[in-house]
Structures are given as structure tokens and as C-alpha cells.
């Protein structure tokens, strides 16, 4: 179609590119197409996206020629970077920097940012209520992407700064589900005593972002938070358990608790989770699941997302 609007999706064959990819192709209506940014145009992710009508283009976000290339001629850009891949918040804030310049390079209409809290904003590197983190961080992945939005403001481009929730699919993929203590019971373990944890399906934020771009520039230089719902620990404990046809239990650990439990970025989670807890109302405040289903109609609940993937759920 000569009149398609394209946007070049990061992460295409990924949970949040991923949505969004599926969620263009679905809605032809919208003037709409798009380009699935992958490094590897012949894996099977990258393959079934060009079977459901998507371009498939070859970038490397630590590439930013690439980035260029991919960007050139598009309408717009949706940018997300992906820390758990090598743990490293500067290279996280090298490569958003790269996509910025990439965005101006091409000339685009609208980029959307996939960012979240600098949260030394809210607890300085000496408030000792949490540890330091390599140097110079309180929640390493939160921090660098909160500090990388300047790269898309300094160079004036018409960015959108999507604020994103923890996906519940982390129940699955993540190792966080309810797990069986050495009584045999399942319990669902976080640090977040009784405070509201905001979740959703990690499809929906590609399908909010989507939202985003149909709304043409209304959301231009603008923050938007999403979130499906706002939960306490003991609520979900309580979704799993009716979901599951089993008792499940909240274990509220204390932060510290969790930053020991050794897995690769237990440190970064824990202070990430004490964060939430105790700046509940600015979090919570931050992310709207009324502003999240006008964007995206077909939002999940967390009882609705569990219902299609308790099956899924190691436990
Ligand atoms: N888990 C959560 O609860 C949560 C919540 C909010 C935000 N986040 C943030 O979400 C981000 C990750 O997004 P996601 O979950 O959508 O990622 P994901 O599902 O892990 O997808 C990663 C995709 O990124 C692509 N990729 C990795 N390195 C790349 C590179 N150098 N160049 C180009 N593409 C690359 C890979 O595609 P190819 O292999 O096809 O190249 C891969 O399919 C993280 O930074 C995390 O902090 C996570």
C-alpha cells in the first residue's frame, strides 16, 4: 500500500516489539505497516513475523548505522532496550543514545521511548535505605533508561516517553510464580508487604503503543504510564489460588531478603520492588489502567491473564 505509514519496532521478535508488531498487522484499517527490526531476519521469531505480513529488517541496536538504515523513510519508531540481555545500564544508555540519533537521522514523526523511573530521583545515592548498586545506581535497569530519556529530548525529536509495568508474564518466564516451600504449599513470594504492585500482560504494552501512534500526535511530549492492574501481593496470591483450583500464599519477604537470593540481578530487583513499595503512591499514580484500556480496549485483567496462561506456569 503506497499510503502506509511505517514503523520500525526494536525488539520486534521480543515481548513489547512483539505486541506491537502484531497488534499493526491486525488493524490494517489504521493506515499502518511495519518494519520487525531483528538481527537475525532468518530465525523461526523473525520468520513467522514476515508470515503475518510484517517487513523483516536486519539492525543491531549496539549498530547505529543499522538503526539508520532501518529508520529511513519510516513514519515512526518504537525503542526499547534490553538489559537482562548483558546487565549493563551504560550500554543500555549507549544504545538508547544510538536510536535518538538514528530517530533524527531518518526525520521521524513520532518515537515512542519504552523508559521507566530514574528512581535516584526519589532516593539519592546516599540514602542508605537501599545499597548502591554498581557504583552509581539504585535500581540499575530503572535508572539508566529514566536517564536516557534526555537523548530524545536534547535532540528535540517528537517522542513519546511510554512508561512501562512489571509483565506478569515473569510468573512464566521470569522464575517469580508461586513456588512449593518445603511444606509442599505454594506460595508466592515478593518484597512488597501489602502494597500495590501495578502488572499487565506484556502483549498489552505493544498494544497501548499502538494505541499511541493512532492517536497521532496528541501524545507527543508526553509522558503515559500503562498498567492492566495494581495489585497487592495477597491479591494475586488470591487470583493463583482460584485460578490454579489450589491454596497459594503470599510470602512477603523484607527487600534485603530478596536482594540474597543469588539469582543474576537479585540485587537490582530487590531494590526495585522496595522501590515500588515505598513510593507506591508515585508509581501507582504514574500508571494509569484507565488511560491503558482507552489505548488498548482489549486490556487483560490479571484474572483474565491468568485464565489463558495458568497452564503456562512452572510450579
Ligand atoms: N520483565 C518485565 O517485567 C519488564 C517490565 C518493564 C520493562 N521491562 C524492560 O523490557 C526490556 C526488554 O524488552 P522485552 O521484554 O520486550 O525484550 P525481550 O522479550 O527479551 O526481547 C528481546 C528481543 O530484543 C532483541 N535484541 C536483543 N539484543 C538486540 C540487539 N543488540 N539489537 C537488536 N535487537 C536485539 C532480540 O531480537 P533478535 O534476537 O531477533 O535480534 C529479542 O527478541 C528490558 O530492558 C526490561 O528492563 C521489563
Redesign the pocket.
Known amino acids: 500500500m503506497a499510503d502506509t505509514r511505517s514503523i520500525a519496532v526494536?525488539?520486534?521478535?521480543?515481548?513489547?516489539?512483539?505486541g506491537l508488531v502484531r497488534a499493526i498487522l491486525k488493524d490494517p484499517e489504521s493506515g499502518f505497516s511495519v518494519r520487525a527490526?531483528?538481527?537475525?531476519v532468518n530465525?523461526e521469531?523473525?520468520k513467522a513475523l514476515a508470515e503475518l505480513g510484517a517487513e523483516v529488517i536486519a539492525?543491531?541496536?549496539?549498530d547505529v548505522e543499522s538503526l539508520k538504515r532501518a529508520f529511513e523513510g519510516a513514519y515512526g519508531a518504537y525503542c526499547?532496550?534490553?538489559?537482562?540481555?548483558h546487565f549493563s545500564p551504560e550500554k543500555?544508555n549507549a544504545?538508547a543514545a544510538g536510536m535518538a540519533q538514528a530517530a533524527k537521522h531518518a526525520g521521524l514523526q513520532h518515537v515512542i521511548w519504552?523508559t521507566?523511573e530514574d528512581t535516584r530521583r526519589w532516593v539519592p545515592l546516599d540514602d542508605d535505605r537501599m545499597p548502591t548498586l554498581m557504583e552509581k545506581y539504585k535500581v540499575p535497569?530503572?535508572d539508566s533508561?529514566g536517564e536516557a530519556n534526555h537523548f530524545f529530548t536534547d535532540l528535540g525529536l517528537p517522542v513519546t516517553f511510554l512508561l512501562?509495568?512489571?509483565?506478569w508474564?515473569?510468573f512464566i518466564h521470569?522464575g517469580m510464580g508461586p513456588k512449593k516451600g518445603s511444606d509442599g504449599k505454594l506460595a508466592l513470594t515478593l518484597p512488597m508487604d501489602d502494597k500495590k504492585l501495578p502488572g499487565m500482560a506484556?502483549e498489552d504494552?505493544g498494544k497501548c503503543a499502538h494505541g499511541i501512534f493512532k492517536k497521532g500526535g496528541d501524545y507527543i511530549g508526553k509522558t503515559v504510564g500503562v498498567s492492566g492492574e495494581h495489585l497487592t501481593g495477597a491479591e494475586m496470591a488470591a487470583a493463583f489460588s482460584k485460578s490454579l483450583g489450589q491454596q497459594v500464599s503470599y510470602n512477603a519477604v523484607p527487600p534485603q531478603v530478596y536482594r540474597g537470593f543469588g539469582f543474576p540481578g537479585a540485587e537490582d530487583l530487590g531494590n526495585m520492588f522496595q522501590f515500588k513499595r515505598d513510593f507506591q503512591e508515585a508509581f501507582c499514580g504514574a500508571r494509569n489502567p484507565e488511560v491503558a484500556k482507552s489505548l488498548n480496549p482489549e486490556l487483560k485483567t490479571f484474572d483474565d491473564w491468568l485464565s489463558e496462561n495458568k497452564d503456562r506456569i512452572p510450579l
Open positions: 526494536i525488539g520486534a521478535t521480543g515481548a513489547q516489539g512483539g527490526l531483528t538481527r537475525n530465525s521469531k523473525a539492525a543491531d541496536v549496539d526499547v532496550t534490553f538489559f537482562w540481555e543500555e544504545q519504552s521507566l535497569h530503572f533508561k512501562t509495568s512489571f509483565y508474564d515473569n521470569f506484556a504494552i
